[in-house]
């Protein structure tokens, strides 16, 4: 069954610095996500991202975060200058276009700020 | 706007026992419903879904939930609890259709006792 990706599976980056996460959706799926879970919380929405923008955003995803579709299969999440509090897990997923259908998770990616 | 409340932060149950988890939603549209599962170190697997189908709805692993909109409840149950249902279930609702996040209750830990 097709799997939603994401790398690497634990990234630690020095606060201040830049970090790139990335995924590979479904091939067929439009509809892309981050989500993050800080240790010990809830999942918590981050963006949404259709047809090459943002559709939705949180509030949480402020100028410091952007997310990118470089080519027909990576979505990326780029955090320009990390801080301790965005150490979390953070999980993409995508979804078909057909109607009724869920989102799929990738593994996640474990972010360590030091 | 969409929220969920997850009521048992942790359920324990002896192994062969009814599983109850228990999921309440608050939404302004009609929902749409969803159980995913997270083991230990890996992302969220969806167990089921509702999208104002079938009322009860079968998933895997022997799971099954009951979208009831008189009580606003989307409790997830399984007849005979196994040693490897032990994990973290996620109870999610979104707006429905187009690329609606999903909001996440604070999940609830199964512990399966032998």
């Known amino acids: 069954e097709p799997e939603v990706t994401q790398t690497p599976s634990h990234q630690v980056t020095q606060m201040g610095q830049e970090v790139i996460l990335r995924c590979v959706p479904i091939s067929n799926h439009l509809y892309f996500y981050w989500y993050r879970q800080i240790l010990g919380q809830k999942v918590e929405f981050l963006v949404s991202f259709y047809n090459n923008e943002i559709s939705e955003k949180s509030e949480i995803f402020d100028d410091q975060f952007s997310v990118e579709r470089p080519d027909g299969s990576n979505f990326t999440l780029k955090i320009r200058s990390t801080k301790l509090e965005d150490s979390a897990m953070y999980f993409c997923?995508?979804?078909?276009?057909?109607?009724?259908?869920?989102?799929?998770f990738g593994d996640g990616t474990r972010l360590s700020i030091l | 706007a969409q929220s969920v409340t997850q009521l048992g932060s942790h359920v324990s149950v002896s192994e062969g026992a009814l599983v109850l988890l228990r999921c309440n939603y608050s939404?302004?549209?009609?929902?749409?419903l969803f159980w995913y599962v997270q083991y230990p170190n890996q992302g969220l697997q969806l167990l089921l879904k509702y999208t104002s189908a079938a009322t009860l709805v079968k998933g895997i692993n022997g799971f099954e939930a009951e979208f009831k909109k008189s009580e606003t409840s989307f409790h997830l149950t399984k007849p005979s609890a196994h040693m490897s249902d032990a994990a973290e279930y996620f109870c999610a609702v979104s707006a429905g259709q187009g690329f609606q996040k999903l909001v996440f209750g604070t999940g609830t830990r199964l512990l399966v006792s032998p």
């Open positions: 997923a995508s979804r078909s276009d057909s109607n009724n259908q869920p989102q799929h």
């Open positions: 939404s302004s549209v009609p929902p749409y």
